[in-house]
């Protein structure tokens, strides 16, 4: 493992396989989302003459503009973890299930809810368009638990349970 310097006094894990190439650019820290965690990318011109952000994660998996894949991090918490072992091509629907939950989340878990009406937990997980039922709970550490096995079901190794 060797490390990248970036901007903002932060740093990037890259494999030693990777490590020669990637480091005769020049990497920048930034946000995609105010207050989303931080990615590693530079700039790169495009043929119409166009500059653009190129992620390093993208680049260490090979993958380019257009071809509509995902470089996803496994680790959602660490995406300056840019060795292999965290890093995988997904498509949009499978990246789209290793996400944390929203910032207007009122129960802090991806997927449950508190039913005003019913005072119960509700236990949902989204899946290919449709929205899959968990099941009804008294309290919100059995709706979350069956929220996370429902999700491993579904999901598989993209699920972030």
């Given amino acids: 493992m060797k490390i990248i310097l970036l901007t903002r006094g932060l740093i990037a894990l890259v494999d030693d396989c990777d490590y020669e190439r990637l480091n005769q650019y020049s990497w920048f820290a930034y946000q995609k989302e105010k207050g989303g965690h931080f990615y590693a990318g530079r700039k790169m011109r495009l043929p119409s003459g166009k500059r653009r952000t190129y992620d390093m994660h993208r680049d260490i998996l090979g993958l380019v503009s257009g071809d509509g894949k995902i470089a996803d991090h496994r680790e959602i918490e660490n995406t300056l973890d840019n060795r292999r072992s965290n890093l995988r091509v997904a498509d949009k629907f499978q990246s789209n299930q290793n996400q944390r939950a929203h910032k207007d989340n009122t129960s802090g878990h991806r997927g449950v809810c508190l039913d005003k009406v019913h005072q119960v937990w509700r236990a949902r ?31 598989g190794e993209f699920s972030n349970e």
């Fill in 125 to 155: 997980v989204g899946f290919q368009g449709k929205v899959y039922f968990g099941g009804n709970f008294a309290n919100k550490s059995d709706a979350v638990l069956a929220r996370k096995e429902l999700a491993r079901k579904l999901h």
